[in-house]
């Protein structure tokens, strides 16, 4: 690499760091000084930049080659962003890809945007000596930052995706992080290198795979996203294994989550966004009030007690749409009114489960029973019959790498 962009690199990594430190997202020393010492653009050669407006298909692309001088610029640009980095389509392989336009297929691998890094190796706690695992590392940015801070030979990552896990180890040996991709199914951990004193999931799941608990060491975390069929209001699952041995896990509603497992069919209220403007639907009184976005506590049992909801968050007025049902609400500007339509009135059931979670306590965070080992895994926000109760999703139907 020529002097002068490394030079540039070195600059826009500090840049980076000082923004997400000043931001209040980065606060871990060592985590910090990984992120100044790694050349993340060994890890991200190219991206993929979405040329389309939403709904179109197929989709138009442009790949940004790191290599072409007139990519270069943009191409710096967005790695060192905090946006996600488009590397894959369609499961196709990594090496000469096509610079420029291309039309068509879909994202199957990304590398996660660095605040959501950040936050998850510190929300686990990751230190020096840890052995530590990392299920879906797509190109091995957070794997790498990981092994830097553990140091080498105790970073493993386990990637479904041949061409990803070639791709991803080869870049990582050229930086030299010791750092290892093993291909398989991220669903069944990685047993020959357990227990683990940190495990991270780069991929939501609907409950917790019994294998992830199975190989945490004794005082270990292991950190996931919960994922339902709506994007619009993740769970983080915050996993503890005492030194004692018994397992804890805390659920808390968080602003943005990891992708789901391959398998998952997100809902969408794109569908809907033409006809809802059209057509708002008929005005009606309302005791609840647009809740605040923030009310992580509430959107997250929205998730599960009013399923099959999305939101529309490029909407002017709070849009929820069911679009399986064919039904949406439009909350006033504080008028005191909702506009609903559809055989599903969806605000009616946000305004009971308000009425359920306000006497439960406003709960923001949740309690899951793992213990059942391969039987259901139950929420709860506390005891007492006021209590938020639901039972998390099964693995099953999720399909699985070919042998």
């Known amino acids: 690499m020529p002097l002068d962009l490394r030079e540039t690199t070195s600059r826009r990594r500090a840049d980076m760091a000082d923004r997400l430190t000043a931001d209040g997202v980065l606060t871990d020393k060592l985590l ?23 709904g179109a298909d197929p989709i138009d692309w442009r790949l940004l080659d790191g290599s072409h001088p007139d990519d270069q610029e943009e191409w710096l640009d967005l790695i060192h962003s905090d946006e996600s980095i488009l590397l894959q389509r369609d499961g196709e392989p990594l090496d000469a890809l096509p610079h420029g336009p291309v039309t ?8 996660t945007y660095t605040p959501a890094t950040v936050e998850a190796l510190q929300a686990v706690g990751l230190g020096p000596g840890h052995w530590y695992l990392e299920l879906g590392p797509g190109p091995g940015v957070s794997l790498a930052l990981a092994a830097a801070v553990t140091g080498p030979g105790l970073a493993t990552g386990v990637e479904r995706d041949g061409h990803m896990t070639a791709f991803a180890q080869r870049n990582l040996d050229r930086l030299g992080v010791g750092a290892t991709v093993v291909e398989g199914d991220a669903l069944e951990g990685h047993e020959p290198r357990a227990p683990y004193d940190r495990i991270h999931s780069g991929i939501g799941v609907p409950c917790v795979p019994a294998p992830w608990v199975e190989q945490l060491a004794p005082g270990g975390r292991l950190l996931t996203t919960l994922a339902t069929r709506t994007p619009s209001w993740p769970g983080q699952l915050l996993v503890t294994r005492t030194p004692a041995g018994t397992v804890e896990a805390v659920l808390r509603g968080r602003p943005r989550g990891y992708r789901p497992v391959l398998g998952y ?7 809907h966004r033409a006809r809802i403007k059209a057509d708002p639907g008929r005005a009606r009184p309302t005791r609840l009030a647009p809740p605040p976005d923030d009310a992580y506590g509430f959107w997250l049992a929205a998730a599960y007690l009013a399923p099959g909801l999305v939101r529309d968050f490029q909407a002017e007025s709070m849009t929820i749409v069911a679009p399986d049902d064919d039904s949406w609400a439009v909350a006033g500007p504080g008028d005191g009114t909702v506009r609903v339509c559809g055989p599903r009135d969806v605000w009616a059931e946000l305004e009971e ?15 899951v029973d793992l213990t059942a080992g391969t039987g259901a895994q139950t929420v709860t926000s506390g005891a007492g019959p006021k209590a938020l109760t639901w039972t998390l999703p ?3 139907g999720i399909p699985r790498p070919r042998p």
């Open 104 to 111: 068509g297929g879909h994202m199957t691998s990304m590398s």
């Open 394 to 396: 099964a693995l099953a």
């Open 353 to 367: 489960l308000h009425a359920r979670w306000e006497e439960a306590g406003r709960p923001e965070s949740y309690t």
């Open 265 to 271: 069919r997100w809902l969408s209220a794109l569908g």
């Open 32 to 54: 910090r000084d990984a992120l100044l010492r790694l050349p993340r653009e060994a890890l991200l050669p190219h991206a993929y930049v979405r040329v389309s407006g939403p």
